[in-house]
Nanobody
Framework: QVRLVESGGDLVQPGGSLRLSCVASGFGLEYWNIGWFRQAPGKELEGVSC????????YYADSVKGRFTISRDNAKKLVYLQMNDLKLEDTANYYCARSFIELARSSCNPPHFGSWGQGTQVTVSP
């Protein structure tokens, strides 16, 4: 069974850091591009960061550039999202998903991704 399971969400103060993890099972992670997405209450699902199959290409939303770093360990079937200097507006439920479409075409857009995890909540609050 194909599964992606996120973890690492928490309550953190502004300026703090978190590392989210996405563990894959039921398929070969090395064959898939992976993305992190988030959805805040009342807002649309947005692409936060995506990484290519081999990790050589990455995409970051403008709002997180310089603060978030995506990485992957295909051998361990894990994809990470290191989040630093967290801001109030980073509060959301964060999801990981997979895509066969190359990042140059998908541009980390949610409709191009599937096999969504259940999400992990990140809350940034003083």
């Amino acid at each position: 069974q194909v599964r992606l399971v996120e973890s690492g969400g928490d309550l953190v103060q502004p300026g703090g850091s978190l590392r989210l993890s996405c563990v894959a099972s039921g398929f070969g992670l090395e064959y898939w591009n992976i993305g992190w997405f988030r959805q805040a209450p009342g807002k649309e699902l947005e692409g936060v960061s995506c990484i290519s199959k081999n990790g050589e290409s990455t995409y970051y939303a403008d709002s997180v550039k310089g603060r978030f770093t995506i990485s992957r360990d295909n051998a361990k079937k894990l994809v990470y999202l290191q989040m630093n200097d967290l801001k109030l507006e980073d509060t959301a439920n964060y999801y990981c998903a997979r895509s066969f479409i190359e990042l140059a075409r998908s541009s980390c857009n949610p409709p191009h991704f599937g096999s969504w995890g259940q999400g992990t909540q990140v809350t940034v609050s003083p």
